[in-house]
């Protein structure tokens, strides 16, 4: 047996790296299970495993995954009951977003942040292609970044095409796993590729992404800028399905409602129609942004399908 880490995953072949340095393509044997949760794949890029002795053809197989620290996870789509494992063992997830081509809902944020903030994951949102924004959207993004910045999520604006704001990234990145994610299209190769300009991801044209809705970057795949710092591409998606919480939990992952919720009249409220809801005079008060109200009211909905999960 011997020690690797998966750094890319296919959904049937997996690519690890063994501590020695040697790669190999690799199966898996058997079931895995986490925790329940049928996923459809059970192994994920930052997955440490052991793999078996190497085939003739120079692959190998995985016998064993070791305990994740944590990972990030989503329903394959909506209503779904099967569950797509993002990626495992990371210091923190970045989430790309942009405001044109393709815009970014704030549904979407806002689901990333509630499975982070479930997985105690530090989050940080990332608008990209500031160069395309005018007037308008100049406004809208410093409204948003003071929105989620006011909440606890680090939020900036970068341009990835221009090189702007990517020095500083660099530094965010140091000694850390950090898995980027985000729809197709918003720029996360791009992202990458101008952080770590050896690494050159394949990346897509918009005219491309609008003519045959391909997904440029098609696995997860993890690279390594030096010997401890690393950055997980993923395959963009288009929705976020998030896990099957309690419904009485959610508001936990919603820092800003669970910081106002102790003063509700009931202390089981739900914040929906309760009288005495002090989240909800927040959010006639403005004290809370009625969009972050929204994604919170839609997760409580999901078996309505009201967001489309899908990829
Ligand atoms: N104007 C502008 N265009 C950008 C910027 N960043 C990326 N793009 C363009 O956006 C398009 C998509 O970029 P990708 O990096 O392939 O996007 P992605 O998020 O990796 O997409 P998937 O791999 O499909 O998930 C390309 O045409 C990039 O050149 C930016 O900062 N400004
Ligand atoms: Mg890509
Ligand atoms: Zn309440």
């Known amino acids: 047996m ?3 880490i998966v750094i890319k995953s296919t959904g049937s072949w997996y690519t690890v790296k063994t501590t020695k340095g040697d790669i190999f393509n690799c199966k898996i044997r058997g079931t895995y299970r986490i925790k329940g949760i049928r996923a459809t794949s059970p192994v994920a890029v930052g997955d440490r495993v052991e793999i078996s002795g190497i085939e003739k053809d120079n692959t190998s ?3 064993k995954i ?3 620290k944590n990972y990030m996870i989503r329903r394959a789509s909506n209503l779904s009951k099967e569950y797509q494992l993002i990626a495992s063992n990371i210091d923190q997830a970045w989430i790309i977003a942009s405001l044109v081509s393709p815009k970014t809902f704030l549904e979407f944020i806002d689901r990333f942040l509630v499975t982070a903030q479930a997985y105690r994951i530090p989050a940080f949102i990332i608008f990209n292609k500031s160069d395309l924004y005018k007037k308008e959207l100049l406004e809208e993004l410093g409204g948003l970044i003071k929105l989620y910045g006011d909440i606890g999520y680090p939020s900036y604006s970068v341009s990835a095409k221009e090189g702007k704001g990517i020095d500083f990234l660099k530094q965010e ?3 850390k796993t950090t898995l980027i994610s985000g729809n197709s299209g918003v720029g996360k190769s791009t992202l990458i590729n101008a952080v770590h300009p050896e690494v ?16 440029t970057t098609t696995f997860a795949e993890m690279v390594e800028l030096d010997s401890n710092t690393f950055i997980i591409d993923t395959p963009g998606i288009k929705g976020f399905g998030v896990v099957d919480f309690d419904k009485g939990e959610v508001f936990h992952f919603f820092p800003e409602i669970f910081k106002v919720s102790g003063k509700c009249q009931f202390n089981n409220c739900l914040h929906t129609h309760e009288p005495g809801c002090a989240v909800k005079k927040a959010v006639e008060e403005n004290e809370i942004a009625s969009s972050r109200y929204e ?3 839609s997760i409580l909905d999901l078996d309505e399908g009201r967001y489309r999960g899908g990829r």
């Open 61 to 63: 197989v995985i016998e």
């Open 200 to 215: 050159k991801l394949r990346t897509g044209s918009i005219s491309d992404y609008h003519k045959t809705g391909k997904h």
């Open 295 to 297: 994604s919170y009211l």
């Open 173 to 175: 990145l140091k000694g």
């Open 66 to 68: 070791e305990e994740r």
């Open 2 to 4: 011997e020690k690797g």
